[in-house]
């Protein structure tokens, strides 16, 4: 069955970075890309971006250019995204998920990771 | 980037009601539309597919329909396993955006 292991929770201090995880199995990885989506409670759920699993291209929300960046191991599966200099509005719980394709340019997003808290504080 | 207005922001309903969320679209999206729904505590799942498509599991008692701006997310029935939160996506084009969600409460 298809699964998507995220690392665990995280707390740091303001201005830090911080890398999560996101490994997934049950399917063949780099048939898939993974997106990524941030939820606050401030802001619902905010589409961060997509990488591809196969050749590492991404393609990321013009809003977290600069804070986001995500990369890709495929010998194990796994998908990282890294968080720079994080501050209060990163607090979140960020999670990835894997796209299906249903025609045309169209993904829906049909499995999620379990979601990785990050909370910034000092 | 494609704006998602999703109404209304919350909803009470009464077991066995049919209840309709709405999702309007700043611009033509065809039918390249998802719906999710996360439960208190849980994780988002996706439940409706290119508008109108039940995602395997989903019971038939939710429905979708629309094209273009405007799209509807029906539940008949309603149960108590149906609270939750309910969001439209786009997929048509990056970058992807959200509804604000529906918060689904049962009277």
């Known amino acids: 069955q298809v699964q998507l292991q995220q690392s665990g929770a995280e707390l740091v201090r303001p201005g830090v970075s911080v890398k999560i995880s996101c490994k997934g199995s049950g399917y063949t990885f780099t048939d898939y890309a993974m997106h990524w989506v941030k939820q606050s409670h401030a802001k619902s759920l905010e589409w961060i971006g997509v990488?591809?699993?196969?050749?590492?291209?991404?393609n990321y929300n013009q809003k977290f250019k600069g804070k986001a960046t995500m990369t890709v191991d495929k010998s194990s599966s796994t998908t990282y995204m890294e968080l720079a200099r994080l501050t209060s509005e990163d607090s979140a719980i960020y999670y990835c998920?894997?796209?299906?394709?249903?025609?045309?340019?169209?993904?829906?997003?049909?499995?999620w990771g379990q979601g990785t808290s990050v909370t910034v504080s000092s | 980037d494609i704006q998602m207005n999703q109404s209304p922001s919350s909803l009470s309903a009464s077991l066995g009601d049919t209840i309709t969320i709405t999702c309007h679209v700043s611009q033509n999206i065809n039918v390249w539309l998802s719906w999710y729904q996360q439960k208190p505590g849980d994780i988002p799942k996706l439940l409706i597919y290119k508008a109108s498509n039940l995602h395997t599991g989903v019971p038939s008692r939710f429905s979708g329909s629309g094209s273009g701006t405007g799209f509807t997310l029906t539940i008949s029935s309603l149960q108590p396993e149906d609270i939750a939160t309910y969001y439209c996506q786009q997929g048509q084009s990056y970058p992807y955006t959200f509804g604000g969600g529906t918060k689904l409460e049962i009277k």
């Open positions: 998920a894997r796209p299906n394709y249903y025609g045309g340019s169209y993904y829906a997003l049909d499995y």
């Open positions: 990488i591809s699993t196969y050749n590492g291209n991404t």
